[in-house]
């Protein structure tokens, strides 16, 4: 007799509350382009909103981005909650002073629209829809910081319960924007995502104080956690998230400056709402990764799990391109005109590995991220973020192809090139893993034959 390997549907058990919160939270973007895309002029609330103010509110937040995975990790006694909640106190306050200065103060003219070169039309709707994001960082570092405590007591799903609020309020506000019809698009967009982060924020920290009580019983790690583990686990995941979502405002700046740049900035959220959502369930898998590696003969099982997801997420996207459901989704559900709608479905098409590329990037950070080498991560991103930027650099040159068909084709190619330098950095993890793994199996056979 061996020891059972992780069983399927264990991982499925961890794996599906913490999908079907990012599942819901990649709702969001496609119900905001849907009720935007009905109110007047769309096109500009949805450039505003798709083309600066989504992309400059996730650069502001990306040094909090991966405080989930860092206290999933690291959370394992008081002392250690202790410090992590305080560095994630001093990091909301000052990125949201940072907010303030970019948009409240001449910064923003002097700073983000040189940067990006919007169309004018939307620069003033896109200031506006940037001050009423300022409660976005805060918020969301609370809430992720929490819910990764959550995950470690095994309450994950609290976390797709906390989704459920913040897309019910977002939902509030969409309803009531679109039933007024007076407001811009840009302030009914931001309105239901602040409210929206906010109430998440609220719920979880409800929801996570058992889970503390119990923490505070724990007993202390024999080795406490440093300032400087801390940073040399934590500083690679944040240039890991900077890098990530700057290739968003990349890609807003280089559609900026090819043909059909308002066209391609108005389908951004759609387009990029639809992806988010397919790739959800792979960003997911990370923290389950992380979670479930120290379980017996992990390895194999969490391997052939993420093959599945992987799979099913390469084909549904690939469907919904060349099939009468792209027509549905982008011309009917996120209300974009025929001559828009067209261009997303195509644009989708190009993209559709993208999702399948998420799932496996995520096996291989969170093998990474188990073994504490976090640094194979961000050098992924950062070539995956330079080869994007040349082959956007080479569409601005060219100025041949539609903007947006350039940067799909862009963070496809990104993308595996991010999958290819991650599998090479896990390598030896994984086979560090399976060796102890085996030395555990025969181990366990030896004891029983004795």
């Not at 058990?13 to 913490?18: A, I, K, S």
């Not at 799903?157 to 019910?168: E, F, H, P, Q």
Request: hydrophobic share 55%; with cysteine.
């Amino acid at each position: 007799m061996t020891q059972r390997a992780l069983a399927q549907e264990q991982i499925f058990r961890t794996w599906w509350p913490l999908a079907a919160s990012w599942m819901l939270m990649g709702l969001e973007l496609p119900a905001l382009s849907a009720v935007v895309a009905r109110l007047a002029h769309p096109e500009i609330h949805l450039a505003a909103y798709g083309g600066v103010v989504f992309p400059i509110a996730l650069i502001i937040e990306s040094p909090i981005i991966m405080l989930l995975a860092a206290s999933t990790a690291l959370s394992r006694d008081w002392a250690s909650y202790l410090k992590i909640r305080r560095f994630m106190m001093i990091a909301g306050a000052g990125l949201t002073l940072l907010h303030v200065a970019l948009a409240f103060t001449p910064l923003y003219d002097l700073v983000l629209v040189r940067l990006l070169n919007p169309p004018p039309e939307i620069i003033e709707p896109a200031r506006l829809g940037l001050m009423l994001m300022l409660p976005w960082t805060w918020a969301i570092a609370y809430r992720r910081f929490h819910q990764g405590v959550l995950i470690r007591a095994g309450q994950s799903n609290a976390v797709g319960l906390g989704t459920v609020v913040r897309l019910s309020a977002n939902i509030l506000v969409l309803a009531v924007g679109y039933s007024l019809q007076t407001l811009p698009g840009i302030v009914v967009a931001t309105s239901a995502v602040s409210a929206g982060v906010l109430s998440e924020a609220l719920y979880v920290g409800w929801r996570v104080r058992p889970a503390l009580e119990a923490l505070k019983r724990a007993p202390a790690l024999a080795e406490s956690l440093t300032w400087r583990a801390f940073a040399h686990f934590y500083l690679p995941l944040v240039m890991t998230s900077l890098l990530t979502l700057l290739a968003l405002p990349l890609g807003s700046a280089g559609m900026s400056r090819m043909p059909q740049a308002l066209a391609s900035l108005a389908i951004w959220p759609a387009l990029s709402g639809i992806l988010f959502l397919l790739r959800s369930v792979g960003i997911a898998y990370t923290e389950v990764v992380v979670a479930l590696l120290e379980h017996p003969r992990a390895v194999e099982s969490l391997r052939r799990f993420a093959y599945k997801i992987a799979a099913v997420t390469t084909l549904v996207p690939l469907l919904v391109a060349v099939t009468p459901l792209g027509e549905l989704w982008f011309a009917q559900v996120s209300g974009l005109p025929a001559g828009l709608a067209t261009l997303a479905q195509t644009a989708l098409g190009l993209g559709f590995l993208v999702p399948g590329f998420t799932v496996l990037q995520s096996f291989f950070q969170g093998t990474l991220m188990h073994d504490r080498r976090t640094r194979g991560i961000t050098e992924a991103v950062a070539l995956s973020l330079l080869t994007s930027a040349l082959i956007l650099s080479v569409g601005v040159v060219w100025g041949g192809l539609a903007g947006v068909y350039v940067a799909q084709i862009a963070f496809v190619i990104g993308a595996a090139v991010q999958t290819l330098w991650l599998w090479r950095g896990s390598r030896s993890a994984l086979r560090t893993l399976e060796q102890r793994e085996r030395s555990q199996t025969r181990a366990v056979a030896s004891e029983l034959v004795c």
